[in-house]
């Protein structure tokens, strides 16, 4: 595959199946079917989002991207600045090396994710040291600019991650991601375990740091008014599929899933004066060992008919850029937000 | 320097210390952990020096004193120009009991022996190579009685035995420990970062291993050790013997931690970094739970020793002339014993106060060990 | 400061004055609740938001004295109104009971029901979801173990779990988060308390399930009357499920009123700033996302002065680092904690 313009990534068919071990003799049991045969294509520049409940295969999707778990199935065709386009899936660890330095990560989880027992220098400087083959004060000295353009004071490199709060914990997080001048940066949940004031401190960074090093996200998250406001363009996810693609304003505004419909419905809205018309979805999200049949989520959908049950729709283009796996999607009128 | 100053220097600290540091700060607020720290400390002391210390060498006997009881010190001595510091003890004379028609030493009131610091006795090598006669304490007459635990049944000093029987047990722990956690991080680590049938094969070892009674096991073992070993040889014996039961529960701490370890974030991250692997093991995955291990060693010496003492005193550890606890132990093991000369079993008191201290640091050491628990 | 609300004294559930909440620790003191003053209301909602670590779950401990060792109640009282079948109302300092004595542990749970933050450190994972359930009956109402189960089951259903006679024999690790809070729902209401504390029900579910929760917690509201008093960190639960709202910041009531006046006319510097920050999902106004610059503090280092001081934009140079301002009346039952409305409560 060559390098479209402006693709960054495309990911095509993607299946990630965990086993499900259970036993005295450990025999296979079933998979959990955490991705199944998903595509898209990360935009250069751009920040996709990808949302969801929580098990629908977000963090699984990342995670593949990175290479974390090998897929079961599928193509992670990366498009680099120069020379042929590589599928990172084919890779091995030795393979993935260079990439790794293209595409990075923030997590979700402010405290597990910094080695407790290493200072601040030693986390953020050891992919420079193991890349790069910075050493002594030109490590401090990037570290320190590091530091600096996430927020943080330079002396703060001696301490360790016990002297920082959530907040600067994640600050910490994103110099680390930035350190060997990624082009994607995945963001796993990346504000979802900070507070509202720091929360916001945190989407602004990261915005300007978008903006300064022409970088482009993927953006998990499950809070949809967090995706609407850093997100071009948003990938919703419900048991493992993609049930609808398209750029954030007329995914918000002109929904046509009724999954995604459900979704926005349920956010619950900042005034008191507009206390919205929930819609309430029945029952729970599904076990993604034992998916119901056709539609996933023919079982909770108000407009479910026959054929849903029997027939998996695809995920398809409906308008320009607005790709849609519903099989009603042009017959039925679903209300975004303003709806 | 003000007190908002030395506040900010307090905090300054606290965001900079290491895991050592904030795990030491944390062990120091528990008191009874640091109290029993100095007595392993003092107790470890005790076996390096144990020739210095003791006043006489373990196999030196006088036969008139056979099973002497223990003699009352006396710390101040009474001259022509008042009380001056002076450590004595009575001599004993003998009397011959009525009914029973047996000897009894009783204290002879009549003689005092002075008892002196440095004084020169047997000549002894003390830590392998300073060649020396003086001891800390001993009669200052070298012909003179001085029994201050009593004496066994060749009137033997049981304080100079129990000195001497401080380095095997208590080294017979550490050693023992030191060869379990060889096999424990070899086979756990192994186990816990391989996983799939390695792990699996590993486990069921273990399982099976642990599903044995260990009595009967260590019993079993022992009785397998050839007879007409030398006692230094069935000392390794043992303490092999001792440590295949050991490593098991180590492996499965350390084999948990792997697992845990291999799936945190900031392992992936390190992953991900480029990290090789043998480096995410040593700098990333050994740290932290270095501290779980030295606290779960910690907590395995108490074990070894009791197994030895208990071993040597069922007769199927060590035997005589290793003066080990347990050896002293099974010397005591007998009706007449327990009627007639109780002190021997003042080894006893040795083995409880060092299990307790080395349990009480452990759980010290347990509780310091993650200083970063949320 | 007494709340002068316009709503009917017979209405109050709870009165808390002036509470404290200390622990001791080696450290230091953490003063988690620092003078908290508010009222809940039969038949309405009183949502408490702040971010973490401001005291909202330690006050609502606090009420059924439910706070972890070493915290205390210092200072202040909790008055409990108890309404009786005959009109007659009897009322309790709860601050002034011990924590295991018998007055109190028979409020718990039968006129004061409370959901926990964790669902699943407050449901035992040995005993069936109908063991727990029927003990609470057995306990507060006396019946015997044939009438709590059909009681139960009955509640089962009433919180939408269904088939509830299967699920009413279920251990609590079958079933989902959502449908596990919905079983400490039906705990807490099984015996029809007249106050309901809720803390942060939904914050570990997903949006969907959450307003499933919300929804189930309006209906029942309306059925039973109860007042309820629900502790979240999300302004868009409170925005869809408030009728007053207390907004802490470090142990204290920043500012206090009815939720209209709360998001449309904010009088704190921190409801500004709060408001301010959230995004929204509107596409009207594209914007940056205003931020509050630094952060909460520790609690071992509470900046003198007003707590807020060191992070508003509005402050009043030389008296804000000097004086905690006390709680001015805004009328209506409002009140906020800042220098900035003396003059208005004067007025
Ligand atoms: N058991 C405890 N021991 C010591 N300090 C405690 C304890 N429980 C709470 N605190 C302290 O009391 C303060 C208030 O805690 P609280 O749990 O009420 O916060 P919260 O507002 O409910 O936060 P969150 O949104 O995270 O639930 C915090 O500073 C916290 O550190
Ligand atoms: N390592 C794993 N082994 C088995 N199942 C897993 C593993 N990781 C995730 N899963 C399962 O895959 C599904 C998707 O998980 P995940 O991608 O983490 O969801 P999300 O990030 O959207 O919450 C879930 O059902 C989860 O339980
Ligand atoms: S395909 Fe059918 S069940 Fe699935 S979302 Fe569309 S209408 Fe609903
Ligand atoms: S009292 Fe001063 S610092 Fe506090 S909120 Fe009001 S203006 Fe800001
Ligand atoms: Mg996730
Ligand atoms: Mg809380």
Redesign the interface.
């Known amino acids: 595959m060559s390098s479209t313009n402006g693709t960054l990534l495309s990911v095509r068919n993607l299946s990630m199946f965990y086993p499900m071990r259970a036993g005295f003799l ?1 025999g296979h049991r079933g998979e959990v079917r955490a991705v199944d045969d998903v595509s898209f294509d990360i935009q250069a520049g751009e920040t996709l989002g990808l949302v969801g ?2 098990g629908c295969g977000k963090t699984t999707t990342g995670r593949c991207i ?1 290479r ?1 778990v090998a897929p079961t199935a599928g193509e992670l065709w990366y498009h680099p600045r120069e020379g042929e386009s590589v599928d990172l899936a084919r890779l091995d660890t030795g393979g993935l ?1 260079p990439w ?2 293209e595409i ?2 923030i ?3 402010p ?9 601040v220098l030693e986390i953020v400087g ?2 420079l040291k ?2 790069r083959g910075l050493r002594g004060s030109a490590l401090e000295e990037r570290v320190a600019e590091l530091l600096g353009m996430v927020g943080l004071r330079p002396e703060y490199m ?3 991650p ?2 920082f ?1 959530g ?2 914990r994640q600050r910490i997080g994103i110099a ?1 991601a930035l350190a060997l001048n990624p082009r994607l940066v995945v963001a796993d949940e990346a504000v979802s375990a900070l ?7 945190t ?2 960074l990261l ?1 300007d740091l978008q903006n300064e090093m022409q970088l482009t996200y993927l953006f998990i998250s ?1 809070d ?3 995706i ?2 850093v997100c071009n363009r948003v990938a919703v996810m419900y048991v493992g599929k993609l049930v609808e693609l398209a750029d954030t ?1 007329s995914l ?2 002109t929904p046509q899933h009724p999954y995604t419909e ?12 507009v ?2 018309q ?4 029945e ?3 599904p076990d993604p060992s034992q998916p119901p049949s056709g539609c996933h989520f023919h079982p909770r959908c108000r407009y479910a008919v026959d054929r849903c049950a029997e027939e998996t729709p695809p995920l398809r283009e409906t308008a320009d850029g607005h790709h849609v796996a519903c099989h009603l999607a042009d017959e039925i009128e679903l209300v975004g ?1 303003h709806g | 320097m003000t007190a908002r100053a030395m506040e900010s220097d307090r905090q300054e600290a606290i965001n900079v210390a290491t895991q050592w540091q904030l795990m030491w700060w944390r062990f120091r607020k528990h008191r009874l952990a640091m109290t029993s720290l100095v007595i392993v400390i003092l107790i470890y002391l005790v076996a390096l020096l144990a020739e210095f210390l003791a006043p006489f060498t373990p196999d030196e006997f006088q036969a008139d004193y056979t099973y002497a009881p223990p003699q009352r010190l006396h710390l101040f001595l009474e001259t022509e120009n008042g009380l001056r510091f002076q450590p004595w003890v009575y001599g004993y004379k003998v009397e011959i009991e009525e009914e029973a028609l047996r000897r009894v030493f009783v204290p002879d009131e009549e003689v005092i022996h002075e008892i002196g610091f440095f004084v020169s006795g047997v000549p002894v090598t003390l830590l392998g190579f300073l060649e020396t006669d003086r001891h800390l304490v001993g009669p200052k007459d070298p012909e003179a009685p001085m029994f201050l635990f009593g004496a066994d049944k060749l009137g033997r000093d049981m304080l100079t035995r129990m000195i001497y029987g401080t380095r095997i047990s208590m080294s017979i722990g550490l050693v023992g420990v030191a060869l379990s956690l060889i096999l424990g991080i070899l086979l756990g680590g192994l186990s816990g970062f391989l996983g799939g049938q390695v792990d699996n094969i590993i486990q069921r070892v273990i399982e099976f291993i642990r599903s044995v009674p260990t009595i009967p096991l260590w019993m079993g073992l022992a009785a397998a050790l050839p007879t007409d070993w030398p006692p230094l040889r069935i000392y390794f014996g043992i303490t092999v013997i001792l440590s295949f039961i050991g490593w098991t529960e180590l492996a499965r701490v350390i084999r948990g931690r792997f697992l845990a370890l291999r799936t945190e974030d900031f392992v992936i991250a390190a992953h991900l970094d480029g990290v090789g692997q043998m480096r995410i093991i040593l700098h990333h995955m050994v740290p932290s739970f270095l501290s779980h291990i030295i606290a779960a060693l910690t907590l395995a010496i108490p074990n070894m020793i009791l197994a030895e003492t208990s071993l040597s005193f069922l007769g199927l550890g060590l035997r005589p002339p290793i003066v080990s606890w347990g050896v002293l132990l099974q010397e005591a093991q007998n009706i007449r014993t327990v009627a007639t000369a109780p002190w021997l079993f003042s080894t006893g008191g040795a083995v409880f106060i060092a299990i307790l201290a080395l349990n009480f640091v452990g759980d010290g050491l347990r509780d310091a060990a993650d200083p970063y628990a949320r | 400061m007494p709340v002068e609300r316009q709503l009917s004294a017979e209405d109050l559930l709870l009165e808390v004055r002036d509470l404290h909440v200390h622990f001791p620790l080696d450290e230091g003191t953490v003063k988690a609740v620092a003078g908290v003053d508010f009222d809940v209301y039969r038949n309405r909602t009183l949502c408490v938001v702040g971010e973490s670590g401001c005291g909202k779950s330690v006050s609502a401990q606090s009420i059924l004295q439910l706070v972890d060792r070493p915290g205390r109640i210092v200072q202040g009282q909790i008055r409990f109104h108890r309404h009786d079948a005959d009109g007659s109302v009897t009322v309790t300092d709860l601050a002034a009971l011990r924590s295991s004595s018998r007055a109190l542990r028979a409020i718990r749970g039968r006129h004061i029901g409370m959901v926990f933050q964790e669902p699943n450190t407050s449901l035992s994972p040995i005993h069936t979801v109908g063991n727990q359930i029927s003990e609470v009956i057995r306990l507060h109402l006396g019946e015997d173990e044939e009438a709590a189960r059909r009681r139960g089951i009955e509640m089962l259903e009433r919180v939408g779990i269904a088939r509830p006679a299967q699920n009413y024999d279920a251990y609590t690790f079958e079933l989902s988060g959502g449908m596990r809070q919905r079983v400490m729902i039906a705990m807490a209401l099984v015996c029809s308390p007249a106050l309901l504390i809720a803390d942060e029900p939904t914050t570990a579910l997903d949006v969907t399930t959450q307003a499933q929760i919300m929804s189930l917690l309006q209906e029942l509201q309306a059925d039973f009357g109860m007042g309820v008093m629900l502790i979240t960190h999300d302004l868009g639960v409170v925005a869809e499920m408030a009728d007053d709202v207390v907004v802490m910041y470090l142990g204290q009531v920043a500012e206090y009123g009815d939720v209209d006046r709360i998001f449309h006319a904010p009088a704190h510097p921190y409801t500004k700033a709060l408001l301010r920050s959230i995004p929204n999902l509107d596409f009207d106004q594209d914007i940056r996302l205003d931020s509050i610059r630094g952060m909460v503090p520790d609690p071992f280092h509470r900046p003198a002065g007003c707590p807020f001081g060191p992070r508003c934009d509005e402050v009043i140079e030389g008296r804000c680092e000097a004086e905690n301002p006390p709680a001015f009346s805004l009328g209506e039952g409002g009140s906020v904690r800042c220098l900035h409305y003396e003059e208005v409560a004067l007025s």
């Open positions: 450990q409940e929580s990175l974390v090396l790794r330095q990075r990560m997590f979700q989880d405290f597990a994710s910094l080695n407790p027992r290493l200072p050891e992919c193991v890349n001696r301490r360790y016990h002297a709060s907040g600067e680390r507070d509202v004031s720091v929360r916001s401190q989407l602004n915005q499950h949809l008014s967090v609407r406001y304003r918000f505004l459900a979704l926005l419905s349920s956010v619950p809205k900042p005034d008191p004066r206390r919205s929930r819609i309430v979805l029952g729970d999200v937000i």
